[in-house]
């Protein structure tokens, strides 16, 4: 298995535009995750989903973060518009179940000037 | 609300050397507890899961240990590496809730 997969791998936009980060988990897995890395919040969680229904998105710092699961392979993460306080490392991961093991792409580095 | 801490947040060890992370946290009503490794500009690999029934895992050079009672874990690397060089987090699963992540020890093994 190729595990999850991101895309891109590195994003640099301007304030105010809109940025998609992609992720692809690993195929019969049925719970997705995003995650936020920042060296002074560490990592936080945005949203994780169950069987591509939205769970908990309590974590999402603005009504500008979006996420969609169409299918159980493939997720979106959107934010529209942009700001230079959300530069950070994205993260997705999945797991067979939300209470098991995850397994983290390698990361979508945001640069947002 | 449940607050994960590591000890200690930096270490720096000569190769061979047997070595523990430690970690804590506030409510011992968990699910389960991960430990993970990340290396710089990569994503997290989780190394080991402990059920919070269990009281060890192991994996090669790896041991990791729970005492959910007292709020401790700790992950031993016996006979450490340079390419053991990494930030190790610990995360616990409270009942029905998401990962709580530590903010992670970063180790340097030399050569």
């Known amino acids: 298995d190729a595990g999850v997969i991101q895309s891109p791998r590195h994003e640099v936009t301007e304030m105010g535009q809109e940025v998609t980060l992609r992720c692809k988990p690993i195929?019969?897995?049925?719970?997705l995750f995003w995650y936020r890395q920042t060296m002074m919040r560490g990592l936080e969680l945005l949203i994780y989903f169950n069987n591509n229904v939205p769970i908990d998105d309590s974590g999402m710092p603005e009504d500008r973060f979006s996420a969609k699961m169409p299918n159980a392979s493939f997720s979106t993460l959107k934010i529209q518009p942009s700001e230079p306080r959300d530069s950070a490392v994205y993260f997705c991961?999945?797991?067979?179940?939300?209470?098991?093991?995850?397994?983290f792409g390698s990361g979508t580095q945001l640069s947002v000037l | 609300k449940q607050e994960v801490t590591q000890i200690p947040a930096a270490l720096s060890v000569p190769e061979g050397e047997n070595l523990v992370l430690n970690c804590s946290f506030t409510d011992s009503a968990i699910y389960n507890l991960q430990w993970f490794r990340q290396d710089p500009g990569k994503g997290l690999t989780s190394l080991l899961l402990i059920q919070s029934s269990q009281r060890e895992q192991t994996s090669g050079r790896l041991n990791a240990s729970l005492d959910k009672s007292s709020g401790r874990s700790t992950l031993y690397i016996a006979a450490s590496q340079p390419g053991d060089s990494a930030t190790y987090l610990c995360a616990v699963r409270p009942y029905g809730n998401k990962l709580v992540f530590g903010a992670g020890t970063i180790l340097r093994v030399k050569s």
């Open positions: 195929s019969g897995h049925n719970s």
């Open positions: 991961a999945s797991s067979f179940y939300s209470n098991e093991k995850l397994f």
